[in-house]
């Protein structure tokens, strides 16, 4: 512990972030890094906790209801309207967070990388898009607030690179096996990452004429710069790691013509299927995924980046230029919609949540440690706020048909929902006589994704589970196996105790059969086995996958 009293005598401390008014004008990386005395402070913050939640990595399962034996002997002072929700707890990759902010506090850069490398293969990705749970669940945040730990991550691994520590590796003994991946996600580049330090020959294959997956063509650039992408990439294939664009396997012809070749196939492809809004008007032009929104995008910037267009470079693609903007959904992609329709030029900008809007603090059902499920504004947002002068977020609304002219989308009619508790169901309901038409003239669906491309079944032969997601031979539960007990624990047997062995993390839980589909020689990882997650989650699997594959491989 660097600094006993750092968390008492120093106020946590973020990036300094440019204005709203002079960021929209572009679409690089807007912080401004601390100076390093006050990062080296920051870091001092860390209390080195004996038993840390920062860095547990588990997925806790919601509370189970209540029988009626254990609700005559809950006590009189617990309430019985409301259950533990459930959620993520700490970092998944179990960075050994403790240790690296002492080590950056006594200003030990150096050993702050390596140890941070130990458990991270990619900190400049998480240091910048994760949402870090990891400071969730720090102990400072029970009552205050947490260590800078994403800062820190991004401070030691930038610093890394400035003084050439980030070097490729490549192994000395090599196993003389060969493993293609298909996919260059998170999952799939940190699945090639661990698997070519463990000695195989790694190929991975990409459809797109880019590697990263959503890394490049799914985040926009003000959040993860391209050439940070292209950084790695480059480490990567010095370390030996062969990467193929282009490449998209959607045949069986070409599944099989992979498996012949390779001792063991990972599908890495991602959750790539996006929710649909099937309803009158969904075929109109104008109404679009909002993937294929940020992908346009983006490819528009990377393509001016060689030119000399100047004003092409600055504001990439003109899909939303003056056109008023409705993006349905509230998750992160719905938030880079904003800002990049922003950057684009439009002329209103509205969002669709069906959820009300969140409380200022932790509801009773999302205590400390879980994740926060809170308010927040986050950077598309309050550029929209400062811009147009008002929150562009409409709650609890519910899109019911699109309205079009001459095949063209002009708006759309949406209804008003109210949200009740039904005894352990939250259930929701139109609002009688709150229809309403709401003009748009670029409706972008940004609802999420319902699991793996069914292309998958047809060219490799897998089997996919009920959600849609590659199925396994263990079962797909966010890289670890569902737990055999609520987070509650049982009042029928009179204990109060909550266990951590009530939890299995993924980054423990490498057995093969966990990441084996149907199909023999195929594994699969990430979000494609998984469902929809965050990139720290599908590097955490991408290297379990990889231990796995490893494992059989030496049978």
């Not at 400072?140 to 730990?149: K, P």
């Amino acid at each position: 512990m660097g600094n006993p009293r750092g968390f008492i005598e120093f106020s946590k401390q973020k990036p300094q972030a440019q204005s709203p008014k002079e960021r929209i004008k572009h679409y690089r990386e807007f912080y401004t890094p601390l100076p390093i005395e006050e990062q080296q402070r920051q870091a001092g913050r860390c209390m080195d906790c004996g038993v840390a939640f920062c860095h547990t990595g588990i997925n806790a399962p919601a509370q189970k209801p209540y029988s009626e034996v254990a609700r005559q002997n809950l006590p009189t002072c617990t309430s019985q309207s409301w259950r533990v929700s459930g959620g993520e707890i700490g970092c998944p990759l179990h960075n050994l967070i403790p240790e690296w902010n002492d080590l950056v506090y006594r200003s030990h850069w150096e050993q702050a990388y390596h140890r941070l490398s130990l458990t991270n293969p990619f900190p400049e990705f998480t240091g910048r898009v994760c949402p870090a749970p990891c400071e969730d669940s720090c102990v400072c945040a029970i009552n205050g607030e947490s260590v800078a730990i994403k800062n820190t991550e991004l401070n030691i691994i930038e610093n890394a690179f400035e003084n050439g520590l980030v070097k490729p590796f490549s192994p000395k003994v090599k196993s003389g096996k060969k493993v293609a991946i298909i996919g260059s996600g998170p999952a799939g580049l940190a699945c090639a990452n661990s698997l070519n330090e463990l000695g195989h020959s790694v190929v991975v294959y990409e459809r797109s004429d880019k590697i990263g997956g959503l890394l490049m063509y799914g985040i926009p650039d003000m959040k993860l710069d391209k050439s940070i992408v292209q950084r790695r990439v480059e480490i990567m294939q010095k370390s030996g790691i062969e990467f193929r664009v282009n490449e998209d396997i959607n045949t069986k012809s070409k599944a099989d013509k992979i498996l012949a070749q390779y001792d063991a196939v990972v599908l890495a492809t991602g959750a790539s299927k996006p929710i649909d809004l099937q309803i009158e008007g969904r075929d109109s032009k104008g109404v679009m995924f909002a993937m294929d929104f940020l992908r346009d995008n983006t490819k528009k910037l990377l393509q001016s980046a060689t030119s000399a267009k100047k004003e092409c470079a600055k504001k990439g693609g003109d899909i939303a230029k003056d056109k008023r903007v409705l993006i349905i959904g509230s998750g992160d992609t719905s938030v880079d919609c904003v800002a990049v329709a922003l950057r684009q030029g439009a002329s209103s900008i509205t969002r669709f949540e069906r959820s009300p809007k969140r409380e200022q603090n932790r509801a009773k059902s999302n205590p400390w440690p879980l994740k926060k499920q809170t308010f927040y504004t986050d950077y598309g947002l309050e550029e929209a706020i400062e811009h147009f002068g008002k929150d562009v977020r409409e709650y609890q609304k519910l899109t019911k048909k699109f309205i079009a002219k001459n095949g063209q989308v002009s708006g759309v009619v949406a209804v008003d929902l109210e949200w009740k508790q039904e005894g352990e169901k939250r259930v929701r309901s139109e609002v009688s006589g709150s229809e309403k038409e709401y003009k748009a003239d670029l409706v972008l669906l940004a609802m999420g994704f319902s699991g793996s491309e069914e292309v998958l079944k047809s060219a490799f032969g897998v089997e996919f589970d009920s959600n849609g997601n590659v199925a396994t031979k263990c079962g797909n539960s966010a890289g670890f196996s569902s737990p055999s007990k609520s987070l509650a624990t049982s009042l029928e047997k009179e204990t109060t105790d909550f266990s951590t062995s009530d939890f299995t993390s993924g980054i423990a839980k490498s057995s093969a059969n966990l990441f084996r589909t149907s199909r023999d020689k195929v594994y699969a990882c990430g979000d494609s086995r998984i469902g929809q997650s965050l990139v720290v989650w599908a590097i955490a699997d991408g290297i379990c996958c990889a231990k796995a594959v490893h494992s059989a491989l030496n049978k």
